[in-house]
């Protein structure tokens, strides 16, 4: 059973940075495509970024193009997101999750989030 467990969130002033890492175990890390996402209270779960399997391509949320950057090591087994620029509307709980389709079966997990604020 996948596990991924959250880091690095926090209290950081508009206009710090963060960088979240989330670690994983008991998956095949280097298979898996990864994503953060994020959930404010009394607002849907939103992607913020993904990354591919290889770590070729990766996608971003609009708001967060030019200050946020995900990226993954295999040896690792562990994502990242380096959030720069910091706004007040990027408070949030932030979310790791896995996902690799094989065969027609659909494979995700999800970790249990870390709280980012960004308040002064």
């Known amino acids: 059973q996948g596990q991924l467990v959250e880091s690095g969130g926090g209290l950081v002033q508009p206009g710090g940075s963060l960088r979240l890492s989330c670690e994983t175990s008991?998956?095949?890390?280097?298979?898996?495509?990864m994503s953060w996402y994020r959930q404010a209270p009394g607002k849907e779960r939103e992607l913020v970024a993904s990354i591919t399997s290889v770590g070729t391509t990766t996608s971003y949320v609009d708001s967060g193009k030019g200050r946020f950057t995900i990226s993954r090591d295999n040896a690792k087994n562990t994502v990242y997101l380096q959030m720069n620029s910091l706004r007040p509307e990027d408070t949030a709980v932030y979310l790791c999750?896995?996902?690799?389709?094989?065969?027609?079966?659909?494979?995700?997990?999800w970790g249990q989030g870390t709280q980012v604020t960004v308040s002064s």
């Open positions: 008991g998956i095949t890390f280097r298979l898996y495509a």
């Open positions: 999750h896995a996902r690799r389709t094989a065969l027609g079966r659909n494979y995700e997990y």
